[in-house]
């Protein structure tokens, strides 16, 4: 069809799957539906993929062959990295902005990525920002395109998180990483579930109760159990392995 949009596809009248079958065809799954997922990962290229895991540019295309062309993409906020003697901390809110199903409405996506050498692999964390922004594009497009797969560029395939977590503890105890597994949850293991499940989209509060006991407060925790938590959140990250829908949907007010 290329940039020049039938006529028809303007009717606002339409319902998104009456759009969807101008766009795609009628034998295409349902937008959202459980058989979507499949079908939008049958449509990379092998080339496209790590692991099962499609990079960027992959996304970019698949989402404008299924969802529409693409009208605007770009950073929307930018934080880069403060400190002078490292790579630091960069943080990219990216928003992408689809005509969707080419039907001349506009849906905006927007997600977003923080880089620092914790969760970067070093090859990348050299570029914090440039890394940030492919991150929060690739979260964008996903979740436009409703897959549950990460992004290739999400994953640290050569760095250890827990034990970075765990570093980052000896480090805000002042110990040389003796901890008392009984004692409670420190404050880098919370973000650091915070930042994984904001990643992987996962509810904090329905993930951490997943389990045998039940926490009213996250502060509830022991650092032991915090310590397999994490565990976790790496495993759904880098084994592809699936997280359940009923811990899906995060919460940016959890801790409310």
């Known amino acids: 069809m ?18 969807m079958d101008k766009v795609t ?26 692991d099962g895991n499609p990079i960027c540019s992959g996304l970019r295309r698949v989402a404008e062959e299924l969802l529409g062309d693409i009208v605007s993409s770009g950073p929307r906020q930018v934080y880069p990295a403060t400190d002078p003697n490292g790579p630091g901390r960069a943080t990219v809110v990216f928003e992408v902005v689809f005509n969707w ?21 070093d090859l990348f964390c050299a570029h914090p920002v ?28 050569k760095k250890d998180v827990e034990a970075i977590v765990q570093s980052a503890v000896r480090a805000e105890q002042g110990t040389d990483g003796e901890w008392k597994s009984e004692d409670p949850i420190s404050d880098p293991q919370i973000n650091f579930i915070d ?17 045998e ?35 899906m949907g995060y919460n940016k007010n959890w801790r409310d």
């Not at 080419?102 to 692999?121: I, K, L």
């Open 2 to 19: 290329g940039k020049v949009l039938d006529a028809e596809l303007f009717d606002v009248d339409s319902t998104e799957e009456e759009k």
């Open 195 to 211: 930042g994984k499940c904001k990643q992987l989209d996962i509810n904090v509060s329905e993930f951490i109760n997943m389990g």
């Open 101 to 121: 199903f080419n039907a001349g409405e506009p849906r905006t996506f927007a997600d977003v990525s923080d880089v620092w050498h914790g969760n970067t692999d």
């Open 213 to 247: 006991n039940t926490y009213k407060s996250i502060k509830e925790v022991s650092k032991k159990v915090a310590s397999k938590m994490l565990s976790i959140l790496n495993e759904y990250q880098t084994s592809n392995k699936d997280i359940p829908d009923n811990i």
């Open 25 to 50: 065809g009628p034998e295409t799954p349902t937008y959202g539906s459980p058989e979507w997922n499949d079908y939008v990962m049958s449509k990379f290229d092998k080339r496209e993929l790590i």
């Open 130 to 157: 440039a890394t940030a922004s492919t991150r929060a594009e690739g979260r964008a497009l996903r979740k436009a395109l409703k897959v549950k797969c990460l992004a290739a560029e999400e994953l640290a395939r």
